[in-house]
């Protein structure tokens, strides 16, 4: 796959406090459209404070405070003109827990494209939901039950839910936060295979603690500890052939 010379995202010497607390330091890192990103390191290591500046949700938590820069296709998304309504329409989130909305399976993918003025009647919208649910490998399951509550599906089905749900409004980054720590092992192989699918259609980013499926499912992967992003790089460098001895170590199961 010929590699696009731009980034979809920068971010450069980004630090994030919360109150005195120093979460990130000096963060550098480019997101590519054509590859999986996977962001690892030990709990509390600071991978999903920095997966949510991506898409500026620390703007909901009031001590959280973020400097450097980061820009989508080269333009800073914490500028004061950036709309973060659409900033979060292009860069969406899939949270650790399947978070489906108590309506319809229909209705919950359909949220988004009716906000944004997506689909322009009843048939447009159908088909947008019915496309967002193949992308998210949940239409044959789904199809003759769309009335049903989101709520009722299993745990895995529901992610997929909310990956149908992110995808519904075309967005250009998809930033999926432990995925599948709340599933199965069936459920998580699902989640991987559909990852695997979608790559190349959207920049995709994953922080996971199972290093496995970074293994598996990524192209590049970042190492966080304590808040300093101590090596990126190629999944298969990083995995096979550090260059750090801290990497070694959180690889090689000595702490973590």
């Given at each position: 796959?010929?590699?696009n010379p731009q980034p979809k995202m920068t971010a ?245």
């Open positions: 796959m010929a590699t450069r010497n980004v630090n994030v406090h919360y109150g005195e607390k120093h979460a990130i330091k000096d963060v550098n890192i480019d997101v590519r459209a054509d590859e999986v990103t996977a962001f690892i390191g030990p709990s509390g290591c600071g991978k999903s404070t920095f997966l949510r500046c991506l898409n500026r949700m620390n703007d909901t938590v009031a001590s959280a405070r973020v400097t450097g820069e980061i820009a989508l296709d080269g333009e800073n998304i914490y500028d004061k003109s950036m709309d973060v309504v659409q900033l979060r329409a292009r860069v969406g989130m899939v949270f650790q827990k399947p978070n489906p909305f108590p309506k319809s399976i229909y209705e919950n993918v359909a949220y988004g494209p009716r906000l944004h003025g997506l689909a322009s009647n009843r048939a447009d919208m159908d088909q947008v939901v019915e496309n967002s649910l193949r992308r998210a490998g949940l239409w044959e399951e789904v199809k003759d039950r769309l009335q049903d509550p989101g709520t009722a599906l299993s745990g895995g089905q529901q992610q997929r839910l909310c990956i149908a749900r992110v995808i519904a409004v075309e967005p250009e980054v998809v930033l999926m936060d432990e995925p599948c720590s709340a599933l199965d092992p069936i459920a998580t192989a699902k989640i991987e295979e559909l990852i695997g699918a979608l790559r190349g259609r959207y920049a995709i980013v994953i922080v996971t603690h199972n290093m496995q499926q970074a293994a598996r499912v990524s192209q590049k992967t970042a190492f966080f500890h304590l808040g300093n992003l101590v090596e990126y790089g190629a999944t298969s460098e990083i995995f096979t052939n550090p260059r750090q001895e801290k990497t070694k170590d959180y690889i090689t199961g000595r702490y973590g």
